[in-house]
């Protein structure tokens, strides 16, 4: 019942049918794009990291708009969007050896969510979890001033990573996209300028 409700949302979806008009491999693109309009990380970066990147959507955006870009991608699924500039890691990223890494990154980017169990507590301590352990690597990916973008689920643990990022980076906010669904609890945490 619910993946029939679900298949009927997406069929009227203006934004899946954008997406599909235009190429791109998920909806989700757009909330990049809107990102971008308004805070211009893609083009002002040199190199980024996408954790959670199948199917590739985000990807794909960020070469569109800025081709010189080098990223990062990991995910435990494989992404769709090739390209000479992408270096992809099919992996768990709590299992990547980050201090072998020989660079560190302008543009830290996660639209990751764990598969969501309905309960909204519960899905939001879930990626809580991931947001955290993000944080504790920022120090070994983060270059001096760049700038993070992190999907959360409204919660109880928000204002502890809010505070925790506001040690890292000059200006924390949030950010709603338009193109995300409005009875979702999802809302971007943005990071600029890290300094620690």
């Known amino acids: 019942m619910k993946s ?26 757009f909330k990049l794009i809107e990102i971008e309009n308004k805070y211009n990380f893609i083009k002002q970066s040199k190199s980024a990291i996408d954790f959670g990147s199948a199917p590739g959507g985000w990807c794909q955006i960020m070469i569109k708009l800025n081709q010189n870009i080098k990223i990062t991608a990991i995910d435990i699924l494989d992404i769709k969007f090739k390209h000479r ?7 768990d990223f709590t299992q990547i050896d980050f201090k072998s890494f020989d660079n560190k990154f302008d ?50 643990e928000e204002t502890s990573i809010i505070n925790k990022l506001k040690k890292n980076y000059k200006t924390v906010s949030y950010f709603k996209p338009e193109s995300s669904r409005k009875d979702s609890s999802e809302i971007y945490i943005v990071g600029q300028k890290f300094i620690n």
């Not at 009927?8 to 989700?28: A, C, E």
């Not at 500039?85 to 992996?91: D, E, H, R, V």
């Open 4 to 29: 029939k409700i679900w298949l009927n949302r997406q069929k009227k979806d203006q934004f899946v049918i954008k997406s599909k008009q235009k190429g791109y491999l998920s909806r989700s693109s």
């Open 85 to 91: 500039n992408i270096n992809f890691y099919k992996k």
């Open 107 to 156: 543009l830290i980017l996660s639209d990751m969510a764990p598969n969501t169990t309905g309960h909204k507590s519960t899905d939001h301590l879930k990626i809580s979890n991931l947001i955290n352990n993000i944080i504790n690597i920022l120090d070994l990916i983060a270059n001096f001033n760049s700038n993070l973008v992190i999907k959360i689920l409204k919660g109880s």
